[in-house]
Every structure is written in C-alpha cells, then in structure tokens.
C-alpha cells in the first residue's frame, strides 16, 4: 500500500522532470540521472525495486550513468566488457576498502575500523584463500561432509518416524543445517548452536542489529586458547589476529563479520538452487538421475563413500549440479560490491574509454550482465546445463566478483551446496508448497522487488520431506 503510494509520487515528479523538458546533464561525459529529491536523489525509487530502476537508466542513459542514492554519488557500469575491466582492476585504481569498512562497523561494530580492515584485506583475506583452495580444501571439506552426514542423518530418523511428511520453511531449513555445520567446521565443536536464531536475526536486522551476546561469547573463550577443533582456517585467523594489537572487542567483531560472510551468501544461493530444482519436476529428475549415476558409477552407490572422498572428486563428477550452481548464481547476484577509485584513471566498456575521478564511487551492475540475451540466451531462464562444460564465461560470469576481490571462499562454497543437494535428493523425496500446503511446480513466487544485492524471497515456500523409498500410501498427495 505504502508502496504504491511512493511509486506513484514517484513517478508523478518524474512526470513533472520530464514535461521540464530536462535535457541530460554529463558529468566527464557520463549521463546524469535527474535527482528526483534533494539529498535522497533516486533513492525511494531505486529501493522499492533496485533491478527494474537500474534497468530503465540503463535503457535511458546507457552501459555507464551517474545516479544520487541518499547522499551517495555512484557511477553504475552495466556493460560485460566494463565491470570485467573494473573488477579487473589492472592498475589497481580500485579499493573495496569503504565496502569492508562498512560491513565490519556495522555487522562487527568494530571501534578501530581502518585497523580492522588493513588486517583483514592483507592477513585475514590470504588465510581464507589458501584454506578455500582446491590444494587445501580438503581440511574443511572432510569435516564439513562429517558434519552435515550427520545432521541429515538425524532428519532422515526423524522423517523415517513420521507417518506424513516433515514440513519446514525451506529457508529455515537450510540455513539452520548449513549453519551449524559450517560454523562446526570452521569454529571447532565449542561453537555454539544455539545462537542461531542470534544469526536469524543478523541475517533479517543487519543494519539495525545492536548486540549478540551469544557469539561474541564464543569469541571470547577463543582468546584464552580455547581453539580446540577449530579448523586451521580460524586458528590461522586468530593468530594473525593476536599478533596486532587490536582490542578483544575489535576481534570479536572481525570474526563476526567474517562468520556472517562465510554463511549469507552461501545460505542464498543453496536457497535459490534448491527451489529452482524443485520448481522444476523435469530438472529435479535430472538431478536426482545425476546424484544416482554418479555415486553408482564412481562411489559403488555409497553417500558415505562420496562423503569421505577428497573435494577434487566431487568436483570432477555431478557436472549437472555444478552447473545449476553457476546458473544460479547467474539469476540470484545481482550487484558485487562496490569500489571506490583510488586515482583519475579510465576502464574500457564495449562504448569505448570510460573516465573515471578519484573518489568516484562505482557499482557494478552484475545483473545488467547476466540478464543480457546477447550473452546469455534466454537469460532469463534457468537452465541446469547451461555451463556444463562451458569454458568461456570467465569475463561474464560474475557471480563470486572478479579480479583481485574474487570471492575467497568461492570453492568452498560451492562445495558445501553441492553436498547439501546430493544429500538431501538421495535421501528424499522432495515438494514445495506454499504455507496452505498448495504445491508449488512451475509458479515459484516472484522475488521480493525490493531484492538489491542478491534476490531476496517474497514469501516463505515449504519443504515436504519423506523417504525416498516410501511406500506410496505413506505421502503426501500433492495434486
Ligand atoms: C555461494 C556463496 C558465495 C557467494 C555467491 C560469494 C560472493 C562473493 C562476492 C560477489 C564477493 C565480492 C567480489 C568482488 O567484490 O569482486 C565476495 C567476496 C568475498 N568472499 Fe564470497 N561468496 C560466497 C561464499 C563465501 C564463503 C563461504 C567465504 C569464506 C569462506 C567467502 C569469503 C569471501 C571473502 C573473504 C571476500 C572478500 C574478497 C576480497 O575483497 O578480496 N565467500 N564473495
């Protein structure tokens, strides 16, 4: 309601702007998006629905404009050519140190922020990078599949027990079991669980959160040398941490913001692939005939096997599952995070040199990218095998960043969601209902308009969970 009110004034003063007959400011020859309000620029309209305002400047004003959002003046680039260049970042006239800043202030409500970044961008960065690669991932990945086996083992009892299915929030769902297992993982078994509706609501109030006890507790225990079981990953972290001289409180917050970045993005797109798969009965069959060749032909049928199987195994086999990741991560990123210039400098973008000032704030509109039907047909669809043996979308795929700021944890990540839907398409039989219980195939509800740096759900979806090898009159009918 309130919505429709703002829409509509809106587009009334638009109106207005336009029967102005306002002619297009440049600024170092890039468009100018008329500010609509003093101050506030473009910001109400850009907040109620950011890809459809950043689509209609792009439309107007082009691959690169200038745009006022509350006070902050960014330069959108939304061709492939241009955010590859910026991501790029061959001179290194970029920083993403304003980003980090601001996540650790206010997830972290770090005190000595300047410090706190510098330490995570030149130590805490490279510890994450080495232990997420394809040469270290084992460490985490082995304790990751431990944990998680174990977790769905006790869903599969509970479920087996059951004379219905088990019905969950599909996002509760996954976002409680990556949790814990991940925080297992990387944390060591003193982590605490029951902070995770601590982190339900960091996820749902992170710009107004004020404290959480609970984790910042276990962070503290950290700093008497209590890290036993954690991996080597946050062992690392700390140390480099110790070594500065940081406040108790300072680190606490940096592992917190750390904590919330190893789990959000992650929690997304396992989210946005599951239900992309079960919205889908002819690409979840797929899957489900993938997960069972796969683990038939090179695990002798066994989950267990696959489970204590090195990483670099599962991502040679599963192609379909790795693909519908990638693909995911296509449809659901919608902007990385910004940079700040350094130093005048310019990027190449497919309409030539773009000048860029020192200060100037930029936005890579990674969803102009990924939507392009020139580059991707049928953008708007998801297909499952779109980059099954695709080579060629380094420059366009855009979803872990690019350049130096290339997500960290990138293989990880895909690790543990690879995991979480071979377990849970080889132990289950799996449907999605709306909170009346209707099913939901082929009319996934839209996503939340107002979705600016990942697509957020409307609604809440349903998980219905049975055994796989149920007898029939044991299910819930759908249809
Ligand atoms: C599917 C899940 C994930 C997605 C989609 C994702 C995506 C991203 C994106 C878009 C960026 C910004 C890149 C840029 O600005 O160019 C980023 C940065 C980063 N990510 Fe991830 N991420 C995921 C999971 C993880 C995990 C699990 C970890 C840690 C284990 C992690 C650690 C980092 C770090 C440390 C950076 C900062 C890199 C830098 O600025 O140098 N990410 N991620």
């Known amino acids: 309601m309130y919505e429709d009110i703002i829409i509509a004034l809106c587009a009334l003063l638009a109106f207005v702007l336009a029967l102005r007959g306002s002619r297009t400011k440049y600024e170092e020859g890039v468009p100018v998006v008329p500010a609509l309000l003093p101050w506030l620029g473009n910001a109400v309209w850009y907040g109620t629905n950011p890809v459809k305002y950043l689509k209609q400047c792009q439309e107007r004003y082009g691959h690169a404009f200038r745009l006022l959002l509350a006070g902050n003046r960014y330069l959108v680039v939304s061709d492939a050519l241009g955010v590859h ?14 980003v980090h800043r601001l996540m650790t202030k206010t997830v972290g409500r770090v005190t000595q922020d300047f410090d706190v970044v510098q330490i995570m961008m030149e130590r805490l960065f490279p510890i994450i990078n080495k232990e997420c690669s394809p040469e270290h991932l084992d460490r985490l990945a082995f304790s990751f599949n431990g944990e998680l086996s174990r977790q ?58 004020l404290s959480l006890s609970h984790l910042l507790y276990t962070t503290r225990a950290w700093h008497d040398g209590q890290l036993h079981g954690a991996s080597e990953m946050a062992t690392a972290m700390m140390s480099a941490m110790k070594d500065t001289q940081l406040s108790k409180s300072d680190v606490d917050g940096t592992l917190l913001t750390f904590m919330w970045g190893l789990h959000s993005n992650t929690f997304r797109i396992a ?141 990880f990540a895909v690790h543990v969601i690879k995991m979480l839907t071979i377990h849970c398409v080889r132990l289950w039989d799996l449907q999605l209902t709306d909170a009346s219980g209707k099913p939901i195939v082929g009319n996934l509800p839209p996503p ?3 979705s600016s740096g990942f697509l957020m759900p409307s609604v809440e979806v349903y998980l219905h969970i049975r055994p796989r090898d149920a007898p029939s009159n044991n299910r819930t009918v759908l249809n």
Request: net charge negative.
């Open 85 to 98: 260049s910026l991501l790029r970042d061959k001179q290194k006239a970029f920083t993403t140190f304003p």
């Open 152 to 209: 769905f083992g006790a869903v599969d009892d509970q479920v087996r027990a059951l004379p219905t299915s088990l019905v969950t929030p599909l996002s509760s769902f996954i976002t409680k079991h990556l949790y814990c297992a991940a925080s297992k993982t990387v944390f060591g078994p003193l982590f605490p669980f029951e902070t995770f509706a601590d982190f339900e609501y960091l996820e749902k109030n992170i710009t107004s959160l």
């Open 271 to 411: 989210y946005w692939f599951l239900a992309f798969l079960l919205n889908d009965r002819e690409i979840f069959d797929r899957v489900k005939e993938e997960i069972d060749t796969e683990l038939r032909d090179h695990y002798g049928g066994d989950l267990n096997r696959a489970v204590s199987s090195p990483s670099s195994s599962l991502d040679k086999h599963f192609p379909l599952i790795s693909s519908g990741i990638k693909e995911t991560m296509r449809l659901v990123v919608l902007l990385n995070s910004l940079r700040e210039a350094d130093t005048d400098t310019e990027i190449r973008t497919s309409a030539g040199p773009l000048q860029i000032r020192k200060g100037d704030i930029l936005m890579p509109n990674v969803n102009a990218v990924h939507m392009d039907d020139n580059t991707y047909e049928d953008a708007k669809t998801f297909r499952l095998d779109r980059f099954v043996g695709d080579e060629k979308s380094k420059q366009t795929h855009l979803g872990f960043g690019g350049g130096t700021h290339l997500c960290k944890g990138r293989f």
């Open 448 to 450: 939340d308009p107002r």
